[in-house]
């Protein structure tokens, strides 16, 4: 017999729950500790569960008599494990009992299906990609992919299903998937490429090992959004920019354009890349993002046109209006070595640092037993020096910690800048020390001490103890530079 | 060079946080939309050399953040209503103080992948109409000639099943673990 709370986790994991139901299980959770356990393992398991039906791992073991084997060829010379995960690989997909949906669109390019030459693509038919020309299929959902000469695969849709499943045997492909309802797949004996709405690349191949040898390998590249690829158990999250290759056996650095602008190799780049913006420097006329890869953060300077385009928030800017430390989508030049247009959505402008989320969550739930993360709830930034506190008219750890001022004096060698700022109405001067290194920023073009002047409007940030200067902000009126 | 522990963390507590966005949409291809707009976040601050002392706390929090930008941007088309804040709340301390390890859900996930193995049958159809084709209860229901009410008592019943399973495997593996 089930009982009201098992119903009532139904109901809330479905997406059922009614006002009343949602309040009786919260009560529930609040009430009873055991309870918030099982719903944690719940929801654990609904993750897990969509997990292991997407390419981890074979759910069951491999039939007796493996049916349609023949479809696929072994590649490179691993051809016994091949068969053996292709043989697993089958068992996801009994799709016995269930009505194929429709059709794929040949839009161009020559494609066999059987002994003859199609226009349309049905559910479930194995199909080749003839001749030399790639082959443009227009999917169920709208998306598109552009498969290689000699690309064998089927692909599965099936009636009110909103994505179909694209299972790669050989070759491979460009694919264009808008954002829609559901994930669309890409599935190879080697992994599953998944997405929500996205471009991407993927091919099956081959690639040499330490010993020379010739190994399976699936190469995937993202040229736009992001992708997850399962493969040998785990799951890789790549990003705009990320150029993969799988297995990754023994911990093999994969062939993939990490450094930053190398001149010949430049060009395999994607056209577009999600990255977060770090900082513009004016005078090299560049600009430097952090982009990550999977477990490894990059970063990558490019140059900037003359002519670059800036957009925030769907509109044009300049340079100047452009957020360090926010995400922008970078549009590269032919040669990949510069940048033609910057876009940039600043969103949440105001979410403070993770500390602060932190101490705020820890005073509302007014929970002294629980230590979080401690008394100390400074943020440690790196090269930071702990001088003491000069400003005698702050607590340490109070106050803001934006302050506002003019300039009165720089003493670079002792690390430290007086602003004049108001208090209370009455001017003041403010002695504050100095983070080794701090950032001058004037709108998003970094410099230096040496950028600042007396009487030079400015803004700064200071650490979490309210002790150190971490950014420098110089501060301009409307229609001045 | 970023700092790329806070990302290391990021991976490592991937599927308890999946499980949280889960929670708060029940939508998982909506959490799979909140999950990447949430890595976002956590690279920008990879990107500052923060040292974040309670790493999990403050990814619930964006979370939680961004699941409440995508119904703002989503209004009108949400089919699932947001959760009020005190229930969101009460499933963040519920998380809190069940989030594990990671050894321990690994070891979750091959004891969900034994258990599935002795499923079978109707049971197996609808968990994978659901888990594996996406399906939503009606439309598996239309595709093995069942009543939606009796796919989501099976879905149910399945998952009741799954978890007591796994719950078992892994008692079992703790008992030998302390044998040893």
């Known amino acids: 017999m089930i009982g009201r709370f098992e119903v009532l986790l139904d109901r809330f994991q479905g997406g059922e729950a009614t006002p009343e139901e949602l309040a009786e299980l919260e009560a529930l959770l609040r009430a009873h500790p055991e309870k918030r356990r099982i719903l944690v393992e719940r929801l654990l398991l609904e993750v897990q569960l969509y997990k292991a039906f997407n390419g981890i791992a074979p759910v069951q073991p491999a039939p007796a008599t493996p049916v349609r084997l023949g479809w696929f060829v072994p590649i490179g010379s691993a051809a016994a494990v091949l068969l053996l995960a292709l043989s697993a690989w089958l068992i996801f997909y009994p799709y016995l009992g269930t009505r194929a949906g429709p059709a794929s669109v040949i839009e161009s390019g020559q494609v066999r299906a059987g002994n003859a030459t199609v226009s349309r693509i049905a559910s479930d038919v194995p199909f080749f990609v003839e001749g030399t020309d790639v082959a443009v299929v227009r999917l169920s959902d709208g998306s598109r992919a552009e498969l290689d000469p000699a690309t064998e695969a089927v692909v599965h849709t099936r009636a009110g299903a909103a994505r179909p499943i694209v299972k790669l045997v050989q070759g491979g492909g460009k694919f264009t998937v808008p954002s829609g309802q559901g994930q669309f797949r890409v599935e190879t004996p080697l992994g599953t490429v998944a997405v929500l709405g996205t471009e991407f690349k993927v091919k099956i191949g081959t690639r040499k090992d330490a010993t020379g040898k010739e190994t399976p390998s699936l190469a995937v590249a993202v040229l736009s959004g992001k992708v997850e690829v399962q493969s040998g158990g785990k799951a890789h999250v790549l990003a705009a920019g990320s150029n993969r290759v799988f297995p990754e056996a023994d911990e093999q650095v994969a062939e993939n354009p990490k450094q930053k602008d190398d001149a010949g190799k430049d060009d395999q780049r994607p056209e577009r890349i999600n990255a977060v913006l770090r900082t513009v420097a004016s005078a090299k006329n560049s600009i430097t993002v952090t982009t990550i890869d999977e477990g490894e953060v990059v970063d990558r300077t490019f140059r900037l046109t003359l002519d670059v385009a800036v957009i925030v928030n769907g509109r044009p800017a300049t340079i100047g209006d452009l957020r360090l430390g926010k995400q922008v989508r970078l549009k590269l030049s032919d040669d990949r070595l510069a940048v033609v247009e910057i876009q940039q959505e600043i969103l949440n402008q105001d979410d403070p640092g993770p500390n602060e989320i932190v101490a705020k969550l820890k005073n509302d739930k007014e929970k002294d037993a629980k230590d979080i993360d401690g008394k100390d709830m400074d943020i440690k930034d790196k090269g930071e020096k702990d001088k003491g506190e000069k400003d005698k008219g702050e607590t340490p750890g109070k106050g803001p910690r934006d302050v506002h001022g003019l300039v009165k004096a720089v003493d670079a060698v002792k690390g430290t800048i007086t602003i004049t700022r108001k208090e209370k109405g009455a001017a003041a001067d403010r002695t504050y020390n100095l983070m080794n290194g701090v950032p001058v920023y004037s709108g998003a073009v970094q410099g230096t001490l040496k950028d600042l002047a007396r009487g030079m409007e400015v803004n700064l940030r200071l650490s979490l103890n309210r002790q150190t200067v971490i950014e420098i902000r110089i501060e301009h009126k409307k229609g001045k530079s | ?180």
């Open chain 2, 1 to 180: 060079m970023a700092d790329a522990q806070l990302v290391k963390q990021f991976l490592e507590h991937r599927d308890v946080l999946m499980g949280f966005i889960f929670a708060l949409t029940r939508d998982y291809d909506v959490a799979e939309e909140v999950f990447q707009d949430v890595s976002v976040s956590i690279l920008s601050e990879a990107s500052k050399n923060t040292e974040v002392r309670s790493f999990m706390a403050w990814v619930r929090e964006v979370a939680r953040r961004r699941v409440a930008d995508y119904y703002r941007k989503a209004a009108k088309q949400n089919a699932v209503a947001q959760l009020s804040d005190s229930l969101a709340l009460a499933v963040a301390e519920a998380f809190e103080e069940n989030e594990g390890t990671l050894e321990v859900h690994q070891e979750r996930m091959k004891s969900l992948l034994e258990c599935l193995k002795r499923l079978s049958g109707r049971s197996r159809e609808v968990v994978e109409g659901r888990y594996h084709r996406r399906q939503s209860p009606s439309q598996i229901a239309s595709a093995i000639h069942w009543t939606e009410g009796a796919v989501k008592v099976a879905l149910s019943r399945a998952r009741k099943a799954l978890a007591d399973c796994v719950n078992t495997r892994m008692r079992v593996a703790i008992q030998e673990a302390e044998q040893a």
